[in-house]
């Protein structure tokens, strides 16, 4: 499977490992994060909550291809990391935003595709996250497997989130069964 990983990918998870961050999405995440991105509309717009090291963001990018006619927006709390990932060098159409996702996502917003991928915009303030998706617009959430989190506080709320990706009604939801849990969610188009 190695040689399905696209280089920038490798180059992110050098990264990950020299910066002792362990939270990366795996390459299974990465994949479908890469196939919808290939899907994005023209000017379309993608965002990313929860930069890390940079490994869901060169998915994304490497889904992307050659095209140059969208924006992806990647944010991020830890300003350290976030520097150390920007500076590797990423397309023009990449801006790093340093912030609190569940603050900073509206004002993103109308969004095609969303990997809501840090506690800002996944647990807390999963309303705001769900508010900037253009009708269309799809949400990736991981890390949706309760079972795979020790502490009480957190995989209460993760079923929360799950609780509501389920039934709210302007989403279509599927929960996949691989890596760490992964929920994809469509906004419904109007009516």
């Known amino acids: 499977m190695d040689t399905l990983v ?4 490798r180059s992110a998870r050098e990264r990950a490992i020299s910066a002792g961050f362990e939270l990366s999405s795996e390459n299974g995440v990465g994949a479908l994060l890469a196939s919808l991105a290939a899907a994005a509309p023209r000017d379309g717009t993608i965002v990313e909550l929860g930069t890390g090291a940079g490994v869901g963001l060169a998915w994304v990018v490497h ?7 969208l924006t992806v927006h990647t944010v991020d709390v830890d300003i350290v990391l976030q ?10 159409y990449v801006h790093f935003v340093q912030g609190d996702g569940a603050r900073i996502v509206s004002a993103l917003g109308p969004v095609d595709l969303l990997f809501a991928d840090a506690p800002g915009g996944k647990t807390v303030g999963l309303d705001e ?12 959430v991981d890390d949706m497997d309760s079972s795979l989190h020790n502490d009480d506080g957190l995989r209460e709320a993760i079923e929360r989130v799950r609780d509501t990706l389920v039934h709210h009604d302007q989403l279509v939801t599927a929960e996949l069964d691989f890596s760490t849990g992964i929920m994809v969610a469509t906004k419904r188009m109007a009516t």
């Open 63 to 69: 889904g992307i291809g050659g095209r140059t006619d």
């Open 129 to 140: 996250t769900i508010g900037a998706l253009r009708p269309g617009g799809i949400l990736v």
């Open 6 to 9: 696209p280089p920038g990918v």
């Open 83 to 92: 520097t150390a990932t920007a500076a590797a060098g990423w397309p023009s």
